[in-house]
């Protein structure tokens, strides 16, 4: 029975790791983390009067829930979930809860981290977007 078993999973676990068409990889979630984490801390160094120390290592993302949202005109991704960070030169790591709201560029080559940022009329959200690095295209 586990004989079966085995390459029934290995192709489940294969198939499941592949990236769906119009969902984040693995470096976009990472990129969206430590782009959202650099733009808290600044925002709270600049709140008083600090420097911002450097960026933490960011690892190990677990999405626990996603959701599709209206992120003003277009669609968005609101993902929950968990992950592991350091902070440089040391040797500790923490697990931290996160919640992202992505959204992905009209010809799906590029992803927005977007921002809630209140709301201008009282009736919808407004958003602030900033661009997550595109992804490397393999040569050759």
């Known amino acids: 029975m586990s004989v079966v078993l085995a390459p029934l999973l290995a192709v489940l676990l294969l198939v499941g790791g592949c ?22 801390q600044g925002a709270i160094a600049r709140a008083l009067d600090l420097e911002a120390v450097g960026l933490p290592e960011v690892s190990r993302v677990r999405v626990e829930q996603q959701q599709a949202v209206p992120i003003g005109e277009d669609r968005g991704l609101r993902l929950v979930g968990r992950f592991d960070w350091r902070l440089p030169g040391d040797a500790i790591r923490v697990d931290s809860p996160f919640e992202l709201y992505l959204q992905q560029g009209p010809r799906g080559e590029s992803w927005r981290l977007a921002r809630p940022s209140g709301s201008s009329d009282g009736s919808r959200q407004d958003w602030i977007t900033d661009p997550l690095p595109l992804p490397q295209r393999s040569r050759g």
Do not use: F, K, Y
């Not at 769906?20 to 979630?29: A, C, K, T, W, Y």
């Not at 990129?31 to 808290?40: P, W």
């Open 19 to 40: 990236t769906r068409v119009g969902q984040p990889s693995r470096s976009v979630l990472l990129d969206a983390l430590s782009l959202q984490i650099e733009l808290t």
